[in-house]
Every structure is written in C-alpha cells, then in structure tokens.
C-alpha cells in the first residue's frame, strides 16, 4: 500500500468551485469601518470662585445677607450644625478638602459641595438645579451628594444611629412615667417610600395596592423624634408583620444581650419595655396597640401621629444600594437636627 507522502498533488477542475466562492467573499467583503471621531467635552467657564463668594455672603459672613431663620428654612437645619459637617467633611474626608487642578486654580470649596449635597437632600430636586447658584456641573452635584451621605454614614453613624444605651433606656422610661406610659420607650411603624425609577421587571414585588413600587422602612422614634432603630430596603408588598419578621428590633431580647429594665404597672412587675404600635402588630407584652376608634380630640391626636413620613419625596434613583445610601444619611441627620 503506498504511503501519503509520496502522493503529488494536481490540481483539478472542480477545485474552481471552491475557489470562486473565497474569492467573492474576499472581493466583496465591507472595508474595514474607520473609528468614529470622539467627540469633546463640553465645557462652560462656571466661574466657581464667584459661586463661593456669592455663597459666603449670602449665609456665612459677618453681615449676610440672609437671617438665620432663610438659613434654618433653606438648609433645613441651623447655621452652627452645617458649618460643623462642613469641618469634619473637609478635615477627614479627600473629597470636600480644598485642592488645586493642575494650573494652580482652586477646586470647589468645602462649602459649595456640602451646599449642593444638602439642597438635593432638602428639596428632593434633581442634580443640575444648584448649577447656576452653586456653579457647579450635574456629574459634579451627584458626586457631592454621594460623597456627602458616605462622609455622613462614616463620620456620624456610629454615634447618631445606634441602639439606646441602659442611661437612655433610663431616661425613656422616666420620661415615659411622666406621660403616664409606664414601660413605654418608643413608637413603632412603617413608611412606604416611592421608588419612582423602579426598574418594570421588578415593579411587581415593590407594588400593592396603590399601583406605585415603593420600598418599605421601618422605625423605631422615642417622644423627642429621636430615630433609634431603622430597617430600610423591604419591598412595598410586605405589611407590618412580615417586615417585623425580618426586622432585627428585637435581636438583642432574643439573644439576651438587651440591657435590663424593670418597672411596675397595677402591681405586677414587668422585664421587658414595650412600643406603641398599631392595630396590626400582634398582641405581645412589646406592643400596646393604638387606638383604633378614638373618641376624644386627645385619642384622636394620638392615633393619627402614628404614621409620620420621614422623607416627603419620591426616590428618582434606579440603583436600590444607592437608595439606602440616601435613606441612612437622611436618618442620620434627622437625629443630628433634633
């Protein structure tokens, strides 16, 4: 049998049918597309250091030109307390330290960024409404307002968002015998938060009855509006009960690790603190229910202040993650106001 090798190869005529195909192919084939021209960068002389003078004399120098009380009405908070986030932020925070671009011209003061942050925070606007007061671009408001909740989330968390110590546990419940609420260290409930920019495959798990995707959060608010517990991020489906069965509110009576409370009602001794709850909630020594046919003007006022929003605007974010990197902060400085 012959080996392959000593095989000569000849070419025939109906290797034309092979090769007319690759020929056309390579003939016809499209040129290879030249790459778009990238287009650039718009950019608009801001003149950001008049922003910041602007700014200076209208809130902050020594003969503003607006009251304390535009300030308090504006910013939503007073003049002591801003220029104090503004410290921390600029002193512990890279984003909101003063800086200098490469030809020497100053970056966006510390007070411009926590302005801008704070007025989308405040009025629920979108990013490029502080640009012709602030000067500043709308990449630029959204990195603020990111970079601002975060700075408020490292800085102030620890201390402004925290479960209630035995001295504060102490003086809950001793302000809760002076309004004759023996045991009574807070009001429990839940705010249904709009998430305008809900993605449409999810909009069935954070849609109810109202047609609209919210996303749930609960709280826990002594008598003061201090906020001492929060669980954010349960989809708006969910009522009172299934969001309580996931809420860690009661961790620490569970693992026994709650700092011990005692106290007497009609003679009997109690162990456990309780809070005020509505109708919902199950019957539990935790829970005092709210009233639910209330007759006088004074159980009126107490039912109806059961259910208070925390945040009057719909979220115009897509990213959920984000949305509870707005929420925290919003918690946070709300504790810090009141």
């Known amino acids: 049998m012959a080996s392959s090798s000593h095989y000569h190869y000849h070419k025939d005529d109906d290797d034309d049918d092979f090769d007319n195909p690759i020929e056309d192919f390579l003939n016809n084939s499209d040129p290879i597309?030249?790459?778009?021209?990238?287009?650039?960068?718009?950019?608009?002389?801001?003149?950001?250091?008049?922003?910041?003078?602007?700014?200076?004399?209208?809130?902050?120098?020594?003969?503003?030109?607006?009251?304390?009380?535009?300030?308090?009405?504006r910013f939503r908070m007073n003049k002591e307390l801003f220029l104090r986030i503004v410290h921390h932020l600029s002193t512990e925070i890279s984003y909101f330290r003063p800086s200098k671009d490469a030809t020497g011209r100053s970056s966006l003061s510390p007070l411009q960024k926590c302005t801008a942050a704070i007025r989308q925070l405040a009025y629920g606007g979108a990013a490029d409404t502080v640009d012709e007061y602030i000067r500043l671009a709308e990449i630029t408001a959204q990195k603020c307002l990111h970079n601002f909740t975060a700075g408020i989330i490292t800085l102030f968390g620890g201390e402004y968002l925290r479960r209630p110590t035995p001295e504060d546990l102490?003086?809950?419940?001793?302000?809760?015998?002076?309004?004759?609420?023996?045991?009574?260290?807070?009001?429990?409930?839940?705010?249904?938060?709009?998430?305008?920019?809900?993605?449409?495959?999810?909009?069935?798990?954070?849609?109810?009855g109202i047609g609209k995707p919210t996303i749930v959060l609960e709280a826990v608010a002594s008598y003061d509006l201090w906020i001492w517990h929060a669980f954010f991020g349960a989809p708006g489906t969910m009522n009172n009960l299934n969001i309580l069965?996931?809420?860690?509110?009661?961790?620490?009576?569970?693992?026994?690790?709650?700092?011990?409370?005692?106290?007497?009602?009609?003679?009997?001794?109690?162990?456990?603190?309780?809070?005020?709850?509505?109708g919902i909630y199950p019957k539990l020594t935790t829970f005092i229910q709210s009233i639910r046919l209330p007759q006088t003007e004074m159980q009126t006022k107490f039912a109806c202040k059961q259910d208070l929003p925390l945040s009057k605007n719909s979220s115009k974010l897509w990213d959920k993650e984000k949305i509870g990197n707005i929420m925290r902060p919003c918690i946070i400085l709300h504790n810090m106001i009141v």
């Not at 102490?170 to 045991?183: A, P, S, W, Y």
């Not at 909009?203 to 109810?208: P, T």
């Not at 690790?257 to 509505?278: C, F, M, R, T, W």
């Open 33 to 73: 597309p030249e790459p778009k021209e990238r287009k650039k960068r718009i950019f608009i002389e801001r003149n950001r250091e008049e922003g910041h003078i602007q700014l200076w004399n209208d809130y902050f120098s020594e003969n503003p030109t607006y009251s304390t009380n535009f300030f308090r009405r």
């Open 170 to 208: 102490e003086r809950l419940l001793h302000i809760g015998e002076e309004r004759e609420f023996l045991g009574m260290i807070g009001s429990i409930d839940c705010m249904h938060w709009e998430w305008k920019n809900c993605p449409t495959a999810w909009k069935g798990m954070y849609s109810r």
């Open 245 to 278: 069965d996931r809420s860690p509110v009661f961790d620490d009576v569970i693992n026994g690790i709650a700092p011990q409370v005692s106290y007497y009602v009609n003679g009997k001794e109690y162990h456990l603190a309780y809070y005020l709850a509505d």
